[in-house]
């Protein structure tokens, strides 16, 4: 077998020698290429999974996050019906109430234009009355041509309108 690779251009000796600088240098680059590169593959699968995980958490929160703020929408959605609701029937009272104020209101002028036309008529009545009165005693006196108890005269021509009154009111 030793002449069979001598042919093929190997001797033994050198053949040894290759294989010790091949184990030599698979050594120096086990110590220090491999076990660095397979440290920094480590390193960096560690760094990619954490970084996964980071992800997941982010996104849970972000998930949890939205949640919470459609939670909050709603809950705020809500309160502003709510609120609208209540000034809603806040206002309608306050309408009823201003209606039902102006009603008492006008109802109120009406019984006192009511009055004071009921007070300026009986006035005007009573200044007739008294008017009249005079001009019958004026007219009295002339056609008597003396002059008469007026007070007497004016109580009798009162008790006389007043009669006439009641008379007309029966009717």
Do not use: C, W
């Not at 680059?29 to 760094?47: G, S």
């Not at 990619?48 to 997941?56: H, I, L, P, T, Y």
């Not at 006008?106 to 008529?121: G, M, P, V, W």
Request: glycine fraction near 4%.
């Amino acid at each position: 077998m030793g002449e069979s690779l001598a042919r093929l251009g190997i001797s033994g000796p050198q053949l040894l020698v290759q294989i010790i600088n091949f184990v030599i240098l698979f050594i120096i680059l086990y110590l220090f290429a491999y076990k660095p590169i397979l440290r920094m593959l480590d390193e960096r699968a560690k760094k990619v999974k954490e970084s996964m995980e980071q992800a997941d958490q982010a996104s849970e929160q972000a998930a949890r996050a939205a949640e919470e703020s459609r939670r909050h929408i709603e809950a705020g959605i809500k309160e502003g019906q709510e609120i609208l609701a209540r000034a809603t029937r806040t206002g309608e009272e306050l309408r009823q109430q201003s209606q039902q104020k102006a009603q008492e209101e006008s109802e109120a002028l009406l019984a006192r234009a009511k009055d004071e036309i009921q007070r300026e008529r009986d006035e005007a009545i009573g200044a007739l009355r008294n008017e009249f009165a005079d001009l019958t005693i004026a007219a009295a006196e002339k056609v008597i041509d003396r002059s008469l108890d007026k007070e007497a005269h004016r109580d009798l021509i009162e008790k006389v309108l007043e009669e006439a009154g009641t008379f007309k009111q029966e009717r």
